[in-house]
């Protein structure tokens, strides 16, 4: 049978490493050593003394799945909101009076025609033009 070292005998069991140096030095556990005098247990030893040992599981590799991005579109159109709305809080936390804040980009909407944006597609060609064109539609009602 294979041998393993004394941290891995402990897991094996649910034991201590304490527990199971106790069972070795009361002669209840047989070790080997290998050249560099390293105990190891074989793991017939530890089924003798401890009865059925867990299976050694090996980890599964658990990376979570990458998050796609967003349309390259979708996310300018992110980043242009958030520097307006961070404009508009910039304004408030300086402590300018509302009348100099032109509008309040999170409530309100944008004024002009979507067809003026620059990220409106001038041709549709896929179906991401459709609904790049919906999305600046409705940051202009």
Do not use: C
């Not at 201590?16 to 017939?44: C, E, M, Q």
């Not at 050694?56 to 709305?85: A, R």
């Not at 304004?91 to 944006?117: A, M």
């Amino acid at each position: 049978m294979a041998s393993v070292n004394l941290s891995e005998a402990s897991r094996l069991v649910s034991k201590s490493r304490t527990t199971i140096w106790k069972y070795i030095n009361d002669g209840k556990l047989s070790i080997a050593r290998d050249h560099r005098n390293r105990p190891f247990v074989d793991t017939s030893e530890l089924i003798r003394v401890f009865g059925e040992i867990k299976q050694n599981k090996k980890k599964v590799n658990t990376k979570s799945e990458h998050k796609l991005t967003g349309d390259y579109h979708e996310l300018i159109t992110t980043i242009n909101e958030l520097k307006k709305t961070i404009e508009y809080l910039t304004l408030r936390l300086e402590h300018k009076p509302l009348e100099t804040v032109t509008s309040n980009p999170v409530t309100e909407p944008i004024k002009g025609r979507p067809e003026d944006d620059p990220e409106w597609p001038k041709e549709v060609k896929t179906a991401g033009d459709i609904t790049l064109r919906k999305n600046i539609r409705d940051k202009y009602r």
